[in-house]
């Protein structure tokens, strides 16, 4: 699976984006699908998560109420979308996938990974 993220760029504290990240491949569907982020000098960070089914989701407890994630099985993408965005979400965004995976927080517990996309959020 090879996974190309986009979406990202400049927005003001209070605004929103929709991150997409499309996979290739044809075993998509069957796919847990995730959103880390990651800023300089920092591990990793959770952010969403969507099990292969659809039917399980987790967020962070600091994007819960304004991140959704979502998955459009037959446009081989899933989305993340960004709600009163707050200057400590800016980030590199990464998504990220597991065949027949639930919705974990846990990097490694991805196989493979797209190569991000700049978030920047402006007070």
């Known amino acids: 699976v090879q996974l190309q993220a986009y979406g990202g760029g400049l927005v003001q504290a209070g605004g929103s984006l929709r991150l997409s990240c499309a996979a290739s491949?044809?075993?998509?569907?069957?796919?847990?699908m995730a959103w880390f982020r990651q800023v300089p000098g920092k591990e990793r960070e959770f952010v969403a998560a969507?099990?292969?089914?659809?039917?399980?989701?987790s967020y962070a407890d600091s994007v819960k109420g304004r991140f959704t994630i979502s998955r459009d099985n037959a446009k081989n993408t899933v989305y993340l979308q960004m709600n009163n965005l707050k200057p400590e979400n800016t980030a590199v965004y990464y998504c990220?996938?597991?065949?027949?995976?639930?919705?974990?927080?846990?990097?490694?517990?991805?196989?493979?990974w797209g190569q991000g996309t700049q978030v920047t959020v402006s007070s």
């Open positions: 990220a996938a597991q065949l027949y995976g639930g919705a974990s927080d846990y990097p490694t517990m991805y196989n493979y």
């Open positions: 491949g044809r075993t998509f569907s069957s796919c847990a």
């Open positions: 969507l099990s292969w089914s659809g039917r399980s989701t």
